[in-house]
């Protein structure tokens, strides 16, 4: 789960086994008597009543998943669950990995191709919002009675670790919003009395899923937060996100995050892309890529844009040098190949430009063979990049490339002729 920060330890054993509801009827019935209690007025100013009515909300919620654990092999759920059976089996693919789905009246399970269980998804229960439920009866407890806190803690404590739980599945099931959400309501769940927890860990990964369903505001919400917290997450990323959400103050959260983690990659490449996109003085930039190149010296895509910014700057020999480090790095970085390419290619049709203006025939001539040559100085680079990338469509944005070349050099050789026919007919 990449960038989320994981702080939850899951089950790694058999739960204990309690006396839960056994079906969603049962649940509802349970609840329905509690809340009963909690609405008499005489009952309802006793702390016990209001914990018997979080107790029911828990149980069924736990209802559905039993004792069965993420991480448990299918040897181990074969002892718990019994008799209970799915009624589908299903191969499906999650985050690229695949998995096998097992489906059930009231949960899908996932499990990875070792066996092991990966996902409890609920897909029916006596009331969707009962973790919240439970909390908010645990709270009122408390307020009724402070001498019950030690056990309203370590309720509270339960809810928002199933509540995570339940976000990292989320997540992983594709519904980045419904995770945040349930982020969010976990580090809640422990905000206030009696726990009185700052769970900066959920409160980064609601924005940072907020992020992932594309939904700034909300993001920018929960990286604010964590900024003002001063939690700063792994090698600094609020500030990175923090400038990608907010372009107006993207040079003051990247510096400052540079200062704080000098080391960190996220934050050198989003100061370089502010450098790069805001046409401020180079000098810092190539200040901060030697820096990113120290920390990574093996990173052949800091070449590449090193090779684009050099480009940009009209020193094109130093960018044909930082494509071909890029290279040197990684000879199977398309990218730097595509660059090198594209540079000779401008650079011929800058040249065509020119030559349009030459009124004298000799050096009009001069001026054609410095296009040709430009030309095919693009030819083995964007070779080399259709030869190494896998992405077919970048294959026919380079190939579009090679039969222009090739259709201009044609008459001249017969292998030009012959590689121009490929590349005109790559893709069709």
């Known amino acids: 789960m990449k960038k989320l920060m994981i702080a939850v330890a899951i089950l790694a054993g058999l739960q204990v086994a309690q006396a839960q509801p056994k079906s969603v009827t049962d649940s509802k019935k349970a609840i329905e008597t509690a809340l009963s209690a909690a609405q008499n007025a005489k009952k309802a100013t006793k702390a016990s009543t209001w914990l018997k009515l979080g107790e029911a909300y828990v149980k069924a919620y736990d209802a559905p998943i039993g004792n069965i654990w993420s991480g448990a ?24 990995e695949q998995m096998t789905k097992e ?82 309501k976990a580090a809640n769940v422990v905000s206030g009395a009696p726990v009185s927890k700052i769970d900066t860990n959920s409160i980064y990964n609601a924005g940072f899923t907020a992020l992932n369903a594309k939904d700034n505001e909300r993001a920018k919400k929960f990286f604010e937060q964590c900024y ?145 040559k430009a030309l095919k100085d693009c030819l083995p680079p964007f070779e080399k990049a259709f030869e190494v990338t896998k992405d077919n469509e970048i294959k026919k944005s380079i190939a579009e490339y090679l039969k222009q070349v090739y259709f201009r050099f044609r008459d001249q050789d017969p292998s030009y002729e012959t590689k121009y026919k490929y590349y005109s007919e790559y893709g069709q």
Do not use: W
């Not at 181990?76 to 299903?90: H, I, Q, R, Y």
């Not at 009331?127 to 009675?145: F, G, R």
């Not at 030559?355 to 001069?366: I, L």
């Open 73 to 96: 092999s299918k040897q181990d759920l074969a002892l718990v669950m019994g008799n209970e059976k799915p009624s589908t089996t299903e191969t499906v693919v999650l985050n690229g």
């Open 103 to 184: 489906v059930y009246a009231d949960k899908n399970l996932y499990f990875r191709g070792n066996g092991q269980l990966a996902i409890i998804e609920v897909t029916q229960t006596a009331d969707k919002d009962a973790l919240v439920k439970a909390a908010e009866a645990y709270q009122k407890a408390y307020s009724l009675d402070n001498k019950k806190s030690k056990d309203v803690v370590e309720a509270l404590k339960g809810i928002s670790g199933k509540l995570v739980q339940d976000a990292y599945n989320q997540y992983s099931l594709g519904n980045p919003a419904a995770a945040s959400e349930l982020f969010e």
């Open 228 to 372: 003002k917290l001063g939690y700063y997450s792994e090698n600094g990323a609020i500030f990175a996100k923090l400038a990608e959400i907010d372009p107006t103050k993207a040079k003051q959260y990247l510096e400052e995050g540079f200062e704080k983690y000098p080391a960190s990659q996220e934050i050198l490449i989003g100061l370089i892309n502010y450098y790069v996109g805001s046409g401020e003085s180079t000098d810092r930039l190539f200040e901060l890529l030697d820096k990113a190149k120290a920390n990574e010296p093996n990173n052949s895509s800091l070449y590449y844009v090193e090779g684009n910014i050099r480009s940009k700057l009209g020193d094109n020999a130093a960018a044909v040098a930082a494509y071909r480090k890029c290279n040197e790095i990684d000879p199977n970085n398309a990218f730097g190949y595509i660059g090198e390419g594209i540079l000779h290619y401008n650079e011929a049709l800058d040249i065509q430009t020119k030559a349009q203006t030459e009124q004298d025939d000799a050096k009009y001539m001069a001026i054609v063979e410095q296009f040709e």
